[in-house]
């Protein structure tokens, strides 16, 4: 069993950054990959990019690649997700996850879940 928080969503201006964190608890935490996906009002969920459990390659979608950075510390079992040039349209609920998988990208691929956290962007 894993268990996931994140924290560290919030309200910004467009243009500013946000450093999300997910702290992860349980056996074997650091054996698994971690992915962040986001939901806004009104539309599915979305991958957004994921880790894999060493913490040397990753996996970004092309929508927020530039501007987003996965990294992990498994001495602190956290995933940070550093967003910057944030845009009204990164508005949504930020979900981390934990897979088995080496690199996923579908929800499918992952069995744990945190409840989440807002980000907001105002124009």
């Known amino acids: 069993q894993v268990q996931l928080v994140e924290s560290g969503g919030g309200l910004v201006q467009a243009g500013g950054s946000l450093r999300l964190s997910c702290a992860a608890s349980g056996r074997s935490v650091t054996s698994y990959a971690i992915g962040w996906f986001r939901q806004a009002p009104g539309k599915d969920r979305e991958f957004v990019t994921a880790i894999n459990w060493q913490g040397d390659n990753s996996y970004t979608v092309s929508s927020v690649k530039g501007r987003f950075t996965i990294s992990r510390d498994n001495a602190k079992n956290t995933v940070y997700l550093q967003m910057n040039s944030l845009v009204p349209e990164d508005t949504a609920v930020y979900y981390c996850?934990?897979?088995?998988?080496?690199?996923?990208?579908?929800?499918?691929?992952?069995?744990?879940w945190g409840q989440g956290t807002q980000v907001t962007v105002s124009s």
């Open positions: 996850a934990a897979s088995t998988y080496y690199l996923a990208a579908r929800g499918v691929e992952y069995d744990y």
